[in-house]
Structures are given as structure tokens and as C-alpha cells.
């Protein structure tokens, strides 16, 4: 696991349409604490407390500020850089935007299983973009 396994699974929230999970990590990577952090988004612990630990597998945050200001970069480098391929149509059916396939019901995790399944080449190619922003972004940083 490493900072590319990180922005794919990022990539993968954003194409799948689940920004709350993005927010999260921001929030956690800013040093929110997971009960501030579900209190604010309404979001169940256990979902919290999952997002964490992909973020921890993947660049051991919450061990060193250096690796949490960095979940913060790859989140922002990932809303800016990505956009979303769920789509919700009236009746609440989803379409994605990748392959055109339209689905009964929006459902995060069903998309974000087809994304990762179906689409994780584009999901691959997108992460090394991303960490391409987030370099060149960190570079701007020393310069200044
Ligand atoms: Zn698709």
C-alpha cells in the first residue's frame, strides 16, 4: 500500500459520487477527530472509522502530521482533478457517465464496485494524474 493505492481509492469515491467520503478524510486529515467528524456529516462511526483505516493502510495517517497533510493534498488534488461519473436520473436510477450503463437505484457502494470492477483502468490512470497535482502543488509550496 502506498500514496497511489490512496488516490485510487479516492478516485474511485469521486467517480463514484460519494464526496462525503472525500469530506471525511479531509476533515480527519485536518486533525478533526472521528466524532467531530460524524457529528458534522451525519455519517454512522463505523462508516467514519473505515475511511480511517483505508487512509491508514494506504500512507499510515494519523502517525505523523507530514502524512496527514498529505491525505489533505491528495483529497483537494482529487476534487479538482476528477470529475464525478454517477449521475442520479428522476426515480432515483443512476447512469454512469463512463460506459453509459444505467442503473435501477443510486447506490454508493454498488457504483463504487462497478467503478473499481469495471472501470479501474481510468481509475489507475486518474490516481497517477492526481499525485502529478499534488507534486507539482508541493513543489509550489518549498518555492514560495
Ligand atoms: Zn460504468
Known amino acids: 500500500m502506498g500514496v497511489l493505492e490512496l488516490a485510487e481509492k479516492l478516485v474511485a469515491y469521486r467517480l463514484a459520487g460519494n464526496d462525503r467520503a472525500l469530506k471525511a478524510l479531509e476533515m480527519l486529515g485536518s486533525g478533526r477527530s472521528p466524532s467531530s467528524v460524524y457529528r458534522r456529516l451525519g455519517m454512522h462511526p463505523r462508516t467514519v472509522r473505515h475511511y480511517m483505516n483505508t487512509a491508514q493502510r494506504c500512507i499510515g495517517v494519523g502517525m505523523r502530521p507530514a502524512l496527514d497533510r498529505l491525505l489533505v493534498k491528495v483529497v483537494r ?32 457502494g454498488f457504483m463504487h464496485r462497478h467503478i473499481m470492477y469495471t472501470h479501474y483502468d481510468q481509475v489507475e490512470q486518474l490516481a497517477r494524474k492526481v499525485l502529478e497535482v499534488v507534486k507539482s502543488g508541493g513543489d509550489q509550496g518549498r518555492g514560495s
Open 77 to 108: 488534488a482529487v476534487v479538482e482533478t476528477v470529475e464525478p461519473a454517477a449521475e442520479v436520473l428522476e426515480g432515483g436510477r443512476a447512469r454512469c457517465r463512463l460506459c453509459g450503463r444505467v442503473f435501477k437505484r443510486m447506490n454508493l
